[in-house]
């Protein structure tokens, strides 16, 4: 919960949150919180406050509700890196592979934020760790790999990810990895089995004039690939 927000005060999160400016990428998890159809338990999820969700839990809340934006309770709780509120959730009965409308996953909006404990959580709660996003193929590493979280791409490593994956565009961890010049990701990456570009290439192709686009800047897990 807030600093300073008392549990009374927390009714009046709707009302607050009409009037705060947030900034990216917790924009995002604001306005999806304040969609229509949001209820306590999204409230109680956005806020980060375990033990209210617990009490609405037991009260018969639905950990699998949506809001108007298709977001349920447990991706506010991944998207805040909140292991311990990620585990009361899933404890209720949502599921650990619940995804966005887009196919995000929440094991892959928490591997973006960072946090590994949350990232633990949900594999601990039976996520499936190479889930694909959608026609594109990203994966939880991949999304680890472009925002360069160690600990995470450690732990999804640890738990079975497939630092081999590729995208429908032929981009892989190990390629975000190189592209933010996170020599410490890439070396970890190759030390459990990815392959480089040229191999791929040479593997794939078979002859010297194969050639791969360059990434452009800013592009992510999300983006690459696009015509544009």
């Known amino acids: 919960m807030a600093k300073g927000m008392s549990r009374a005060g927390f009714w009046l999160v709707p009302v607050l949150a009409t009037v705060v400016t947030a900034a990216e990428p917790d924009r995002r998890v604001a306005d999806a919180a304040k969609g229509r159809d949001a209820t306590a338990l999204h409230w109680a999820a956005h ?3 375990a033990a ?3 009490q609405l839990v037991a009260a018969g809340a639905a950990p699998g509700a949506l809001n108007e934006y298709g977001v349920m309770p447990l991706s506010l709780a991944a998207t805040n890196g909140s292991a311990p509120m990620i585990d009361v959730l899933i404890r209720a009965g949502a599921s650990p592979n619940a995804a966005l409308p887009t196919g995000e996953t ?8 960072g946090k590994a404990e949350a990232v633990k959580a949900l594999l601990a709660r039976g996520a499936d ?6 026609s594109k193929g990203q994966t939880a590493l991949m999304w680890a790999a ?3 979280h160690l600990t995470v791409i450690e732990a999804l490593v640890a738990g079975g990810a497939d630092v081999r994956a590729r995208m429908a565009a032929g981009f892989t961890p190990l390629l975000f990895a190189a592209r933010e010049g996170d020599r410490a990701i890439v070396a970890f990456l190759l030390s459990e089995g990815a392959v480089t570009l040229e191999g791929f ?5 078979g002859n010297q004039n194969a050639t791969q686009r360059d ?3 800013g592009e992510t897990p999300a983006t690459a690939g696009e015509k544009k």
């Open 52 to 54: 209210m969700a617990g």
């Open 129 to 134: 760790v190479n889930a694909k996003q959608n």
């Open 146 to 148: 472009s925002e360069r």
């Open 47 to 49: 806020w980060d406050d």
């Open 215 to 217: 990434f452009k800047a």
């Open 106 to 113: 929440v094991l892959m909006t928490a591997s973006r934020t």
């Open 201 to 205: 290439i040479k593997k794939q192709v």
